[in-house]
Nanobody, 118 residues
């Protein structure tokens, strides 16, 4: 069994910063792409940032230059550093990990709320 657990959301003022973490545990042979998505009320879930197991990360235009995705292979963890937060960044953030156990499958975190408000 694989477990994926997120942490780090919360309430922050505009211009502030937060760091999200997403850690996988269990019988893991490897992790391929790691990604962060978000879903605001009344909107579809959208890709925020993704990072392959080797190669450059990519970002949604709305967060490029403000958010940074990184991964720690030894800890099976992906991070999202969010700076210069705006009210429109308010959403539930989800990580998605493509994990090899006996087969390759996508695993989602439980979601963490990020609220940007004064």
């Amino acid at each position: 069994q694989v477990q994926v657990v997120e942490s780090g959301g919360g309430l922050v003022q505009p211009g502030g910063s937060l760091r999200l973490s997403c850690a996988a545990s269990g019988r893991i042979s490897g992790i391929y792409p790691m990604a962060w998505y978000r879903q605001a009320p009344g909107k579809q879930r959208e890709l925020v940032a993704a990072i392959p197991s080797g190669g450059r990360p990519n970002y949604a235009d709305s967060v490029r230059g403000r958010f940074t995705i990184s991964r720690d292979g030894a800890r099976n963890t992906v991070y999202l550093q969010m700076n210069s937060l705006k009210p429109e960044d308010t959403a539930v953030y989800y990580c998605k990990l493509t994990i090899l156990t006996r087969m390759v499958s996508d695993y989602w975190g439980q979601g963490t709320q990020v609220t940007v408000s004064s």
